[in-house]
């Protein structure tokens, strides 16, 4: 299985400073490979996941102060855009390339599919079996987060951030930059059926 095509100097476009500059390459080296995977991808998870998948990449807005520190694209249920609903994430940053599930804060049903987590907390503590995984939420995009086990307490505590005003989650898997040179589809997308059982009590509640 081919690898991703990402470079070392990909990664190393996330330490340019200077929003314009890395702006620009962003858009000229990392973007157009993400339209490419998004294409190419949003199949595979479809077949392999059995659910349909629509894939969009990040648009960053020119108007912010400070470049992005991460780009990805996102999986998810509409063909119209991905921010509304939980959705499936491949991103890459300075720190590596990570599979990701995702709700932002601006998502619609939050409090649903929080109370839906925590009912469901001991079932996706059995599917994950201990499994080591990554909480990215407010992280600083130069080190991959430490892993934690998801236990119940884990689960819990996806909850009870999906609850808050203005609560989201954002955890999975990352490979460093040393590995994520050499990653695969394959591995992407198993790291991706990992996340389906968490990604399946997300969109069960989608729009």
């Given at each position: 299985?081919?690898?991703?095509g990402f470079?070392?100097?990909?990664?190393?476009?996330?330490?340019?400073?200077g929003?314009n500059?890395r702006?620009g390459?962003?858009y000229?080296?990392?973007?157009p490979?993400?339209?490419?995977l998004?294409?190419?991808?949003a199949?595979?998870l479809?077949?392999k996941?059995h659910?349909?998948?629509?894939a969009?990449?990040a648009?960053?807005?020119?108007?912010t102060?400070?470049p992005?520190?991460e780009?990805?694209?996102a999986?998810?249920?509409?063909p119209?855009?991905?921010k509304?609903?939980?959705y499936?994430a491949?991103?890459?940053?300075?720190?590596?390339?990570?599979a990701?599930a995702?709700?932002?804060?601006?998502?619609?049903?939050?409090?649903?599919m929080?109370r839906l987590?925590k009912s469901?907390s001991?079932?996706?503590?059995?599917?994950?079996?201990?499994?080591k995984?990554q909480?990215y939420?407010n992280w600083d995009?130069r080190?991959l987060?430490?892993s934690s086990?998801a236990?119940?307490?884990f689960?819990d505590g996806?909850?009870d951030?999906?609850?808050?005003?203005?609560g989201?989650?954002?955890v999975?898997f990352?490979?460093p930059?040393?590995?994520?040179?050499?990653?695969?589809?394959a591995e992407v997308?198993d790291?991706?059926r990992e996340?389906?059982?968490?990604y399946?009590?997300?969109r069960s509640?989608?729009?």
């Open positions: 299985m081919a690898t991703l470079s070392r100097g990909d990664f190393e476009v996330f330490a340019i400073e929003f500059a702006m390459k962003i000229e080296r990392i973007r490979r993400l339209v490419r998004g294409i190419e991808l199949p595979e479809s077949r996941l659910m349909e998948f629509f969009h990449v648009k960053h807005m020119r108007r102060v400070n992005p520190d780009t990805w694209a999986f998810g249920p509409s119209r855009g991905y509304r609903y939980g499936l491949l991103c890459i940053s300075g720190a590596g390339i990570h990701r995702v709700v932002k804060s601006d998502a619609d049903k939050r409090p649903e929080a987590i469901k001991a079932e996706l503590e059995k599917y994950f079996r201990g499994a995984i909480q939420r995009c080190i987060p430490e086990a236990g119940p307490d689960f996806l909850g951030a999906l609850a808050k005003k203005t989201g989650i954002d999975g990352g490979w930059v040393r590995d994520a040179l050499r990653v695969d589809r997308l790291a991706f996340l389906e059982p968490l399946r009590v997300l509640v989608a729009s």
